[in-house]
């Protein structure tokens, strides 16, 4: 297989999903890198097939079907792999097979630290960041009694821990009870009875020695840098790599037919969701640009962040709600939510009762789909709320540390909570992403965008995004071998261009105008204090989009002042927001329906 | 492409059925194949490890963790009994003298000399595993498991709460409890939905098991203490089982579980609401074993989604209503809600002809 860039033609890649493996053939054609054909099929990791390759040879013959292209040798019995290798301008075969991987549940890692707001969240920024999910954090100010520690961490099964703890040089005794903490529960790993469960240890270096003697008794244990060398700097790179490795040699070569699949590539498998990640954060990185990307499945929701930090670089974040998302844990979005705050973003009449019964109803069939209208404005109300949990959860772990030196005694570690501060400004947030079925499929655009506006509560000028048809992952392992043609594919595409919302916030008593919007010199529109309205232009024109505030409303540039931006077109023009943040319904309840109906119906959402 | 609808779940009179009794850790199987077992039978022993207790010595007698280590009175591997001084520290002059003595009976397993900390383990907790289904016994693993056959009657619910649990099947006419029966131990079946109010009643009566065709989620809730937000259950602390035949709401039980359950009246069951909506698949069972019958099954056709099938239709606005399969167009089409999608079309018990998603009905 052809791993140098410049050689590649032809390049098959797949994300191994918790229920689908999806394929895609992304192809250098006369117009550039493009992606040209996909297939799917069922993930094959469960009895009685329990063998990954399964489903993506499945997936590879429907490629071969929808594109005309042949992929696979007839035979490949004792093969190394069993595509076919292409030929220069050949009609058949491949250059390059990728892939990524969420099948089996994913990454799930239990982390621990000493204090919940320092160490500890730095493990799980790293364990995130790797595309894990993190079962639960451990701290020793956590508010739980020690047995009540050890009974959950007994019964979770995680692939991995990441223990952290201490700056170095500092004390040891923290870190090392939470080590016999560890100990006592003794977690067992999640694949195979005779492995031993590997542990990361990144925390104060002096304690090493003595935390893997501890570990040993139960554990693999692999020291590498400490996530958090001193109180103001955050190291997460080594555990981070280590994490990765260890999801190759441990966790992916014991899930089914995995063993034959990392055959298959001359390249690592990565996590789904680092993958994502990475092309997350190359998109901000090539744009400059600060972007927040959500990621809802049936099962969880995943949010990456990229944001400037106080010394002006962009830092990215991952977090996952593991029991938000669209099927499997619909039901969790309305005990989270509660049933008011999903009934109210609906344009009709239902009683609690219905609402209640239709989710769960979804929850235990999550693979119907909605039929009626009402049942898809339901379904997109659910999806309002999930987006606005996942990113009140993501705000509170996407933090920065400041670089102010504090000098703390011991005793002082378990108050210290002043040197971060959140990194998520939604008000200088530049582009948003949505993915997962209900935003990239969902059959208005501007349905997407709205979902996107209310659940997250945007707020300044944000340009609207789907993924269309969730290739992220695909083009993130890409990325690893040839970054350039990634960014092609990412942009032709991958990235739909929704629109740009414009909202202005201003002060509780604001009536009236509070903006002007003018683009290339014409002056479009004003938004008006409590009014949403959409202004199509030109799908794809670019210009200057000019956004002049009244008194001290705020529409990105602060205060009063104008914003200006150099903007292309998307597909719904520009959506005007006038309702101020946080949103706010009017009246009593019984006068919501009506109050929705009447906005649905002004942005022709209230028909398919 | 990923099967567009839901095969439906398993409804049949006369099946072998085989379950596998696992051990959670290497023990000792007291069953040989070939031997005939009772559902209550034990069929395999283990112990399960002693918890180990840490115990924050230095903090709580008031002295450095060094110290700790200077005045131990017992090593590493060491067994211990309660009250057993474990460290004692002498003061100033020998004025002072504190000790730590052991919360429980185990074996030292850790002394940690940063710390000041000494880990107790204690001992080994024992564990039964029941055969759970009467039947035989086909396979062992030698010190994990048992396999175990019958031929029995097999029903998959939709969704449940609570365990295994085994008892003699009572299938009720209405939606009261029958006064003057003996219902302890009793699995009920009903056919409608039960009140939060029946439920109180049948868990004063003893019942275990109840097997209905629907719940309402606010009296699932009532029952549970909570809401349930993720289709993962059976380890719920709950009097008796719970399963659901068709979903939440006010759904009658299919007549053909009903029918069935109401053949096996009086029989023995063993149930689970054990329910894993997410891949791998779990549904909570009724298996009534002893069904002598021909394998006949009242389960969907294994001919799949195929003109004349009988459906359910699992989505509104036909939620819960039968038909046949009519027309099966090969091209996706617009659905009301503006996507698109395979579809097919479904002759209800009406007559009427209507138009679905395929991925809203399930075979029956």
Redesign the interface.
């Given at each position: 297989m052809e791993t140098e860039a410049s050689k590649l033609r032809t390049v098959l890649v797949t994300d191994c999903g918790?229920?689908?493996t999806k394929a895609l053939l992304f192809q250098k054609t006369q117009d550039g890198w493009r992606q040209t054909a996909r297939g799917?099929?069922?993930?094959t990791?469960?009895?009685p097939v329990a063998d990954v390759t399964v489903g993506a040879l499945n997936a590879f013959s429907?490629v071969e079907e929808v594109s005309g292209r042949r992929i696979l040798r007839p035979r490949s019995a004792g093969m190394a792999h069993p595509f076919l290798e292409s030929e220069q301008n050949g009609s058949h075969g491949i250059d390059l097979y990728l892939s990524t991987s969420s099948a089996?549940?994913g990454l799930q890692m239990v982390v621990g630290g000493v204090v919940k707001e320092m160490t500890t969240e730095s493990a799980e920024r790293a364990a995130l960041g790797a595309g894990a999910i993190v079962l639960d954090a451990l701290s020793a100010d956590d508010g739980r009694e020690?047995h009540e520690r050890?009974d959950r961490v007994r019964h979770l099964k995680p692939d991995i821990v990441l223990l952290t703890g201490g700056v170095d040089g500092g004390s040891?005794?923290h870190v090392?009870?939470v080590a016999?903490?560890l100990?006592?529960a003794?977690p067992r790993p999640r694949f195979g009875d005779t492995l031993r469960l590997p542990v990361i240890y990144a925390g104060n270096r002096d304690?090493a020695g003595?935390v893997s003697e501890?570990l040993e008794r139960v554990a693999d244990v692999q020291v590498v840098g400490n996530v958090r060398p001193t109180l103001e700097t955050e190291n997460l790179g080594p555990a981070r790599e280590a994490i990765h490795e260890l999801f190759l040699t441990h966790v992916m070569s014991h899930s089914p037919g995995y063993g034959k699949l990392l055959g298959w590539s001359p390249k690592p498998i990565l996590p789904t969701p680092a993958a994502v990640g990475d092309m997350t954060l190359r998109h901000a990185k090539r744009n400059n640009v600060q972007v927040l990307c959500a990621d809802i499945g049936g099962?969880t929701t995943d949010v990456f962040s990229v944001f400037r930090d106080q010394e002006d670089e962009l830092i990215f974040n991952r977090t996952v709600s593991a029991?938000l998302g669209m099927s499997?844990?619909v039901?969790?979005v309305?005990?989270?939510a509660g049933v008011e705050n999903i009934a109210r973003w609906l344009p009709y009449q239902v009683s609690d009762?219905e609402v209640?019964?239709?989710l769960?109803?979804k929850?235990?069939?999550?693979?119907?789909?909605?039929?009626?209208?009402?049942?898809?404005w339901l379904e997109q109300a659910v999806c309002r709320e999930a987006l606005r949990l996942s990113l009140a959860h993501h705000r509170s772990l996407a933090v920065g540390l400041s670089g102010q030196r504090r000098v703390r005694g011991i005793a002082d570690i378990f108050a210290q909570r002043s040197n971060r501060y959140e990194l998520v400004d939604l008000m200088h947030l530049d582009v948003v992403i949505g993915s997962g079925g209900v935003l990239s499929?969902a059959?208005?655009r501007l349905s997407a965008a709205m979902m996107m506006i209310e659940g997250f509560g945007l707020q300044g000028v944000t340009q609207i995004t789907v993924d269309s048809i969730f290739m992220m992952p695909h083009l993130g392992v890409f990325s690893s071998v040839h970054p350039q043609a990634a960014d092609e594919i990412f942009i032709n595409d991958c990235l739909v261009n929704v629109g740009h919302a414009i909202v202005p916030v201003y002060a509780e008593d604001g009536r009236g105008e509070l903006a002007r919007v003018t683009f290339e010199g014409k002056e479009l529109a004003s938004i008006e204090a409590g009014a949403v309205q959409v202004v199509e232009l030109c799908a794809g024109s670019r210009g200057r989009l000019i956004v002049e505030p009244r008194g001290r409303v705020n529409v990105g540039a602060g205060p009063g002042q104008v914003y200006e931006r150099d903007i292309e077109v998307g597909k719904c023009g520009l959506i005007l927001d006038g309702r101020n943040r946080p949103l706010r319904w009017q009246g009593p309840r019984v006068a919501w329906p009506e109050q929705q109906r009447v906005l649905y119906r002004q942005l022709g959402l209230d028909q398919? | 492409?990923?099967?567009a609808f839901?095969p439906g779940l398993a409804c049949r009179i006369s099946d072998v059925i085989r379950r596998v009794r696992e051990l959670p850790v290497p023990g000792e199987l007291t069953v040989q194949v070939g031997q005939e077992v009772q559902a209550h039978q034990v069929v395999a022993r283990a112990f399960l490890?002693g918890?180990?207790?840490?115990q924050r010595v230095a903090e709580k007698i008031g002295i450095e963790?060094h110290e700790v280590i200077a005045g131990l009175k017992v090593q590493a591997g060491q067994a211990v009994t309660v009250g057993q001084v474990l460290c004692e520290h002498v003061g100033l002059f020998g004025l002072f003298r504190s000790q730590f003595k052991s919360p429980v009976d185990g074996v030292v397993e850790?002394i940690?000399a940063?710390?000041g900390?000494i880990?107790v383990r204690s001992a080994a907790k024992p564990i039964a595993i029941e055969a759970y289904v009467s039947g035989r016994v086909v396979e062992v693993s030698e010190g994990k498991s048992v396999t175990i056959e019958t031929r029995a009657a097999f029903v998959q619910g939709?969704?449940g709460v609570g365990g295994e649990r085994v008892g003699k099947l009572l299938v009720l006419d209405g939606d009261k409890l029958p006064q003057g029966t003996q219902l302890r131990g009793a699995v009920l079946v009903m056919r409608g939905a039960p009140s939060a109010s029946f439920l109180v009643a049948a868990k004063e009566a003893g019942i275990c098991g109840l097997v209905a065709g629907s719940v309402?989620?606010?009296v699932l809730a009532s029952y549970l203490g909570y809401?349930?937000?993720?289709?993962l259950t059976g380890d719920e602390d709950v009097p008796f089982t719970l399963i659901v035949s068709e979903?939440?709401?006010a759904l009658e039980m299919s007549e053909r579980v009903y029918a069935l359950l109401k053949k096996f009246n009086g029989q023995s069951a063993s149930i689970n609401g054990a329910?894993q909506?997410?891949?791998?698949a779990v549904r909570p069972e009724i298996v009534i074993p002893g069904s002598m019958q021909d394998s006949m099954a009242v389960e969907p056709s294994a001919a799949g989604l195929v003109l004349g099938a009988q459906v359910r239709l699992?989505?509104?606005?036909f939620?819960g209503q039968y038909g046949q399969v009519h027309e099966l167009p090969h091209e996706a089409q617009?659905?009301?809600?503006?996507?698109l999608?395979r579809v097919l079309r479904v002759k209800l018990s009406s007559g009427e002809v209507v138009t679905?998603?395929r991925?809203?009905v399930?075979l029956v």
């Open positions: 918790s229920t689908t799917e099929a069922p993930t990791v469960e009895e429907e089996g549940g020690d050890i040891k005794q090392i009870e016999e903490l100990l006592a003794a304690a003595e501890i099962a029991n499997y844990s039901a969790n309305l005990v989270e009762a209640r019964d239709r769960r109803n929850m235990i069939r999550p693979t119907s789909i909605p039929q009626t209208l009402e049942d898809l499929h059959p208005q398919a | 492409m990923a099967q839901t490890p918890e180990l207790h840490i963790p850790l940690t940063s710390s900390h880990g939709i969704f309402d989620d606010q809401d349930v937000g993720i289709a979903g939440f709401g329910t909506v997410r891949a791998g699992i989505r509104v606005p939620f617009r659905i009301d809600t503006g996507a999608a679905v998603p991925a809203n399930e």
